[in-house]
Structures are given as structure tokens and as C-alpha cells.
């Protein structure tokens, strides 16, 4: 049987009660905004079709919700009332025509606003000192947040300037900035500690924390937006006026604020703030539209929870809901393996959503997300979409925990993760195409086989038109396949050939390249085990297992326990050489490389007599006349030192060259000994200065 208006309206009025419960007092929305709001604008017309079972209890008629136990309440001198909302320009029409009607004016005034996405705030300051700041709560009381928003930066603790009244409150929005959220998210993630949801739960959440050692390490800024009581002083008798005196007491006043004309005015400003929305550095949910004269704000008056002279512009929601259909692995160019959600398309934002990155297993874990669920999917600004919550109650009978696979869906190879790590990644390192591109890339680099002329553009097209599959593959390119290459680009590109253009132009450039190729095949082992890539090994490490093992043979078969043995290699390190190694499809590259021709001279290993620097840490800084700081550092190293890329209490010296920088500034604040060209001479020759 169909629902009556009478049991729809009780319906919607309990569901939207529990979801203002939940919003405001626990900062925890189940719901995104969207349907949120159509909820609540079915109940408006519901009961504005049918008055006589309108009710002063409805949602519709209360702002916020009551003040939360564990704060003191604060009863608001003045209301501190929502704002009736519009979602097309009709709506805007309309609301400018009922004050032109009402005042008999042509294209009032307005102070137009960004509608900020956090917690409104009352700040209440008498004879200049900031005495007590208070949620909204329910319009007509609050919370005592006061300690809390003491620690906020941006809320002064004394008035500037001269001209205040001696009783003061001012009113704004506690937000989080978009930059802080995600960096507060990113550590977060790393530590395995609970995300926020969004920006606005974040600031919520953050202002409302009874310990203010909590709200003190969260990223919350503030903009005020009008005033509420005034006591023994006058303001200007504008919206605008009383922005322009706040500012001048010391509140920040969003810069992005004007005073527009008319109907048009108002649609032009929501449009330009629109098409700066993404590029914000903190997020709105809509613009809005205040009527500046004070006389027809008071002319005009309040509908019960509102302002008749007011109106909240709303843009396309930052969040919806949607259905999770699949949760699939992709393969980042470094190997980590990043979870993503395969989801029924939904307008976020006003782009269509497909796909929302869920981070890693572990935030898979936090937010129990498994394949059917419904889901709410966030997008602000160039943010990639993300899943930020699971509506439980809609979770279908019998799903499953996802489970992070076994293996890589592009190559095969298993995933691993580095005790204690959050990500996930390939062990394919050498042979996963995912990982393709940025394994030659760093093959080629100049610290690691220095193949000059091998950029990233020829790298692309290498790989896109299947002349290299590995690195291995560069020492099997002739001259004639880089020809062929250049062309079959350049066809699909639409611009003249090189061949057309000059056979000297199109061949040189091929020369080069086979020859840089051909150069590299003469290298060391550090700078060739540094070449291949492998996680965790960087330069110094790469140098420090060809002392230890002395030939790539004995690193192949070093186990965890006997790649520990070499200085400064960890479990971690040496778990990730052993599963490098361990790996077949990696064996088989390096064999192919060997077979290449790469070759590079005997690496003796030294008696402890014959590494005079042994347990020295050297940083090398500036530029070098006698040596470059690549050859430099190998030989240092060959004499057992560690050469570092920063300066720090446990450096032993610092070798500054020619225009040295930080570093040498830094080692001078520590007290670390610099050495001139003349001290690292006596270095390479085996003496401490």
C-alpha cells in the first residue's frame, strides 16, 4: 500500500533527525550531502502541501542539533540561525524578485560569499580580549569550545587596531584547508591511524575534542563572516562595512568576497567562484548571497530557522553514494600495488565517477569495504576520487572481506610487502610492463649505467611500439629499429618523417644513442647492481654489497641471514635483495644483461688493514676541482668510508667544493670538521686529517 503524506512525513522526519544526530553531534554523516538534501527538500514540499500537519518538531523548522554532552553550554545572545538554500538559478530569481517586491528596489546590493564546508563558530570578545567561542549547536545554544579554539591560529587572542566595540561577537567557519587535510590523512595512512572522512568532519571533529592538545595538532584555519551581538560601539550599517571593521580588528575575511548588483551579479559571481572551486585551497559547498544594507535586512526579517535576506547558493555535491562492483589491483611504475574501485558511475562534483582509489589493504581493512557495498565517494578539487566510508545498512547479505591477492595482475610475479610497510608491491621489478617505463628510465640514468641521450620521449615510444620489453633489450636495438621507430612515430603523430626531412638529421640522433648504449656496456657492480633497481638499494648500498661480496655471483646466492652480514644492511634490505634475486623472471634479465657484454673490473675485497676509512661517514658538497664528486665518492668508498647525501651529529667530515651550500652551512651549526680539496686528498690517500 502506498505511503500517505501523513506516515511519509514521519518517516522523513525521524530519517533526517538521525542524520542531523549524526552529523552534527557525532561527526559522523552516513550519508553524503546529496541525499541529505533531497530528503530534506521532499519533507519541505510535503509539508508545504500539506500545512496542516506541519509541526514546530520537524527538522525542517531547527537548526543544527543540541549541544553535546561533555561541553558547557553556551545560550547564543543573538540566534545563530542556517540559511535557506537553492540549487538553480530559478530559485535565485526568485529570492532576488521577493526582496525587490518587498522594498521596492531594482537590483539591490549584495555581499556575495563562498559558503566554506566546516563548523560555524561564535567568538565572543569583550574590551578587545577574546572570552569564549561557541559551536552553533542548535541556533540557540552551543558548546563552550573556548580552549579549543585558543589554539587555532587564525582566532585572535586580542583585537588589533582601535575602534571595537566593548563587547563584541564575531561570527565564521573553523575549516579544514585542503592541504592539511591530506597531509594529516597521508601520516595517518602511514601509521595505520584513522582518516577523516572530509574536510568539514575533520574540522568538526578536531574543534569538538575535550582534550585541546588533540584540536592544537590539527590543521584548522578560520574565516569570520558577519557579526552577531554588539554591545556599547556601532558598526557600519552594511554586511559589507562590518566585514572591512572585523578585518581591520585582526579576523581573517575571505579575499574571494565581493559586493555584486542584481539577479546577474549574483549568477556571474556563483560562476566565476565555480570555476575556481577545484583550485581552491579549501573546500565550499556553494556560495552565499547576502542583502548589504542593514535597513532591508530589517525590512525583510526571518522565516522561522532563516533570514529572509539571505540565501545559500549551492553547488554539485563534492560526495555521493554509489556501489562498489569490483576491487581490482593496479600496478603503479614503481611496483606498488594500489586497490581501486571498480563503481556504478555517479556525477561527483559534476563529473562522472567510474573508479575511486581505495589507498591500501589496510585502509581496505579500517573501512571494511567489500565488493556490493554502497559506498560514499569524495571528490574535491584534482583530488583522484576516493572511497571514504561504507553505508553499513545497506551491505548485502553474504559478502566476503576483501583479501589483497597473491600475485600481480599484470605480470604475475608475487606481491610482497616490507615488514612494517603499509603499500604493497610487485616483485616483478625488471620484467613487469606496468613497470616498464620507470625501470629503464632508472637503468639509463646518469648515476646508474649513464646512457646519454635514452629520455623519457624515447622511452615512451620503445615501449608503446614493443622494441624493448626489458632493459635487456636496449643492447639488442640496431640503428635500423630506432629509424623505424622515429618514422612509425612520427606517421602516427601526423608530422614529416625524419627521413624526409634530412637523412643526416635522421640518422644522427640514432648514432648517438647506439653508441651511448654500447658505452654503458663497460660499468662498475655498484653502479650496476644501483642500475637494476632494486628496492631499498640506492647508491651507497649498491656500493657497499659489491665490497662485501666482492662479485654478483656471491650476492645471487646470499640469503637473508648472509646479506645482513654486510655493513648497513637490515632485514628489510636484505629481504628485499633476496626476493629480487629470488625472483626468475629478474634472473633472466640479468643474465641477458651479462650476456649483453655488460661487464665492469674485479672488485677486490679488502682486508680491514686495507680500509683505512672504515666507519667514517663523509659528505661531499660544492663542486670539485680535481675529480668529480661521482669518482670522488667511489674512491672514498673503496677505502671503506660511507658517503652520505646529508649532513648530520653522526657525519665525520664534510668536504666542500667551490660554491658549496646548505650542507656546509648545516655542518657548521653542528660543529661537523670541513675539509678543503687539500683535506680530501689526504683522505684518498688513506690518512685522517
Known amino acids: 500500500m502506498a505511503a500517505t503524506p501523513r506516515s511519509r512525513i514521519r518517516a522523513l522526519r525521524e530519517l533526517i533527525a538521525g542524520h542531523d544526530r549524526r552529523y552534527h553531534a557525532e561527526d559522523a554523516p552516513a550519508i553524503p550531502d546529496a541525499e541529505y538534501d533531497a530528503l530534506k527538500r521532499e519533507l519541505e514540499a510535503l509539508e508545504a502541501a500539506h500545512p496542516e500537519l506541519a509541526s514546530s518538531d520537524s527538522p525542517t523548522q531547527q537548526v543544527g542539533a543540541r549541544p553535546a554532552p561533555g561541553f558547557s553550554v ?25 526582496i525587490e517586491e518587498k522594498l521596492d528596489v531594482q537590483a539591490p546590493r549584495f555581499s556575495a560569499e563562498v559558503k566554506l564546508d566546516g563548523l560555524a563558530v561564535s567568538l565572543r570578545y569583550v574590551d578587545g580580549m577574546f572570552v569564549q567561542g561557541a559551536t552553533r549547536g542548535d541556533g540557540a545554544a552551543g558548546e563552550d569550545v573556548t580552549p579549543n579554539l585558543r589554539t587555532v591560529s587564525d582566532v585572535p587572542a586580542k583585537l588589533s587596531g582601535r575602534g571595537w566595540p566593548r563587547v563584541l561577537e564575531v561570527r565564521g567557519e573553523i575549516y579544514m584547508p585542503r592541504a592539511g587535510f591530506e597531509r594529516y590523512n597521508e601520516q595517518a595512512r602511514a601509521s595505520g591511524g584513522k582518516v577523516l572522512a572530509n574536510p568539514r568532519n575533520g574540522a568538526a571533529g578536531s574543534l569538538r575534542q575535550l582534550d585541546p592538545a588533540v584540536t592544537a595538532r590539527r590543521p584548522l584555519a578560520f574565516f569570520a563572516y558577519g557579526v552577531g551581538e554588539v554591545e556599547q560601539g556601532a558598526l557600519p550599517d552594511t554586511h559589507s562595512g562590518q566585514l572591512a571593521a572585523i578585518a581591520r580588528w585582526g579576523f581573517p575575511v575571505s579575499p574571494l568576497n565581493e559586493v555584486v548588483q542584481g539577479v546577474d551579479g549574483l549568477l556571474d559571481y556563483f560562476a566565476r567562484i565555480g570555476a575556481q572551486r577545484d583550485g581552491l585551497p579549501f573546500d565550499i559547498d556553494g556560495v552565499v548571497y547576502k542583502l548589504d544594507e542593514g535597513a532591508g535586512q530589517r525590512a525583510m526579517g526571518f522565516v522561522s530557522r532563516a533570514p529572509r535576506w539571505a540565501l545559500a547558493h549551492k553547488y554539485p555535491a563534492q560526495e555521493q553514494s554509489t556501489v562498489v562492483e569490483a576491487i581490482e589491483i593496479q600496478i603503479g611504475r614503481t611496483g606498488a600495488a594500489t586497490p581501486v574501485a571498480r563503481l556504478t558511475p555517479v556525477q561527483v562534483a559534476g563529473v562522472t565517477v567510474t573508479n575511486a582509489t581505495l589507498h591500501n589493504a589496510d585502509q581496505i581493512a579500517r573501512l571494511d569495504v567489500r565488493v556490493g557495498d554502497t559506498v ?128 643526416k638529421v635522421a640518422t644522427r640522433w640514432a648514432e648517438n644513442l647506439i653508441a651511448a648504449i654500447d658505452r654503458s656496456r663497460e660499468t662498475t657492480l655498484p653502479r650496476f647492481l644501483f642500475a637494476l633497481g632494486i628496492g631499498q638499494v640506492g647508491e651507497t648500498t649498491a656500493a657497499t654489497l659489491a665490497r662485501h661480496f666482492g662479485t654478483l655471483e656471491a650476492l645471487r646466492a646470499a640469503d637473508v641471514d648472509a646479506l645482513q652480514a654486510a655493513p648497513d644492511v637490515g632485514p628489510i634490505v636484505a629481504t628485499q635483495i633476496a626476493t629480487f634475486f629470488g625472483n626468475a623472471r629478474n634472473n633472466a634479465v640479468v643474465d641477458a644483461l651479462l650476456a649483453a657484454g655488460i661487464h665492469w673490473p674485479e672488485v677486490p675485497r679488502p682486508a680491514a688493514a686495507e680500509q683505512p676509512l672504515a666507519g667514517k661517514t663523509i659528505v661531499l658538497t660544492g663542486t670539485l676541482s680535481g675529480l668529480t664528486r661521482d669518482a670522488a665518492s667511489e674512491r672514498l668508498e673503496a677505502l671503506g668510508a660511507k658517503v652520505s647525501g646529508s649532513v648530520s651529529r653522526k657525519t665525520h667530515y664534510v668536504v666542500a667544493g667551490a660554491e658549496a651550500g646548505s650542507k656546509l652551512v648545516k655542518a657548521q651549526e653542528l660543529g661537523v670538521p670541513v675539509l678543503d680539496e687539500a683535506g680530501l686528498q689526504q683522505l684518498l690517500a688513506g690518512r685522517l686529517p
Not at 79 to 90: H, K, Q
Not at 431 to 444: G, L, M, S
Not at 455 to 480: N, T, W
Open 74 to 98: 553556551v545560550r547564543h545572545a543573538v540566534p545563530m540561525l542556517s540559511l535557506s538554500n537553492a540549487f538553480s538559478e530559478e530559485e535565485v530569481q526568485d529570492f532576488v524578485r521577493r
Open 376 to 503: 560514499i565517494v569524495r571528490r574535491a578539487g584534482d583530488v583522484i576520487p576516493e572511497v571514504v566510508s561504507v553505508i553499513a545498512d545497506r551491505r548485502p547479505r553474504r559478502t566476503r572481506p576483501w583479501v589483497m591477492p597473491a600475485q600481480c595482475p599484470v605480470c604475475g610475479s608475487a606481491l610482497v610487502r616490507e615488514e612494517g610497510a603499509i603499500v604493497w608491491r610487485c616483485s616483478g621489478e625488471l620484467t613487469c610492463p606496468a613497470q616498464r617505463k620507470e625501470a629503464i628510465r632508472h637503468f639509463a640514468s646518469r648515476r646508474a649505467m649513464d646512457i646519454e641521450g635514452l629520455g623519457d620521449r624515447f622511452i615512451e615510444e620503445l615501449c608503446m611500439l614493443g622494441y624493448v620489453q626489458s632493459v635487456a633489450d636496449l643492447y639488442r636495438l640496431k640503428l635500423d629499429d630506432l629509424l623505424q621507430m622515429k618514422q612509425r612515430a612520427d606517421e602516427r603523430d601526423g608530422t614529416t618523417p625524419a627521413t624526409v626531412r634530412s637523412g
